[in-house]
């Protein structure tokens, strides 16, 4: 078989491996869990893999190389926009950490917890700094062990939060609710509050919304509350997130003043911007939870694929932080991406 054709046959199979990839991000890892999940995507992979193979097997060489261009051409297409966009919305970096600064060999960090701390400027607090601790993504599970967990609590009370916000996914099964039960507490001095993420309201949210607010923290589920702290309000939005596109958007309160939301996904940052939001806490995404050196996340479940993977971003004059969140889920490991935890400190306008 001439080179040519070998190359063109492999570009074909490795182009329905990167359509596949896609899918996975925008559709197929936003479904809810079921036990045909797995199936669906392994019957996916096939036919778009092997879908490619039999094209190479059959198409002259001109239609190859003409569908090999067409592919291609889209992909590429869709990651220079990524590109711009992540440039146009880069917000600031940490402060004294550096994203997934992980040494080759040493692949696992499923439990290399690191704290990003980030200062932003935000006109509209007119008090002193205000400190915000958010977590996210625990998915508690027994393989983790709940020290970890605890010693993720403790660290985040250490940094003495005005306000902790939790933005979902406290499980991926309904049978790890005891292991939040041991380990959940109030940390913030002014308040904790917390949204559910689609693994909760795919076990058991009724429960896990009880549980957090015995617990002192304050479950909000498509509401928004006024809170006082350091002697000024605050609006704090609630996201309801249960699945793919499914969201309840909170009411703003009318009135100039520092306004919070807390989503579990980032893909309702549009819409949040809009509402007037000044900032966004999310999780979800995990920061692809394995990424590979020099390339990054390549399975990141949003309908924005890997845009807002992880980080500070400025969206429409809107500050996203998008944590890659404590724990790990299916399977709890995580390959070059460590675990992590966000403090934010907000100042008002000299």
Known sequence: MPLFRIVLAACLVLGGGLVFVGLVNRRFLLVRDHRFKVPVLLCSLILLVGGAA???????????????????????????????????????????????????????????????????????????????????????NTQLGETYYHEAITRAAGLAPDLAVYTGDFVTRDEAIPIVERFIR????????????????????????????????????????????????????????????????????????LKIALCHTPDAIYALAARGASVVFCGHNHAGQARLPGLGALVVPSRFGRLFDHGHFVVEGTHLFVSSGVGAATPPLRLYCQPDLFCVDIYGEA
């Open 54 to 140: 039999i094209l190479a097997r059959l198409l002259p060489l001109v239609w190859q190389g003409t569908v090999v261009a067409g592919l291609f051409a889209g992909l590429g297409a869709f990651e220079w926009r990524r590109t711009v966009l992540r440039r146009r919305y880069a917000g600031s970096p940490p402060l004294d950490t550096v994203f997934h600064d992980v040494p080759l060999h040493r692949p696992f960090t499923t439990t290399d917890l690191v704290c990003h701390r980030y200062q932003i400027v935000l006109p509209e607090w007119k008090g002193k700094p205000l400190r915000i601790v958010h977590l996210t993504d625990f998915h508690a």
């Open 186 to 257: 109030p940390i913030g001095r002014f308040g904790d509050y917390a949204v559910l993420g689609n693994h909760d309201h795919w076990t058991d949210p009724n429960r896990i919304a009880r549980l957090l607010t015995e617990k002192g923290i304050r479950a909000l589920r498509g509401e928004t509350v006024l809170v006082e702290a350091k002697g000024h309000p605050i609006e704090i939005w609630g996201c309801d997130y249960s699945g793919y596109r499914s969201w309840t958007l909170p009411d703003p309160i009318i009135g100039p003043r």
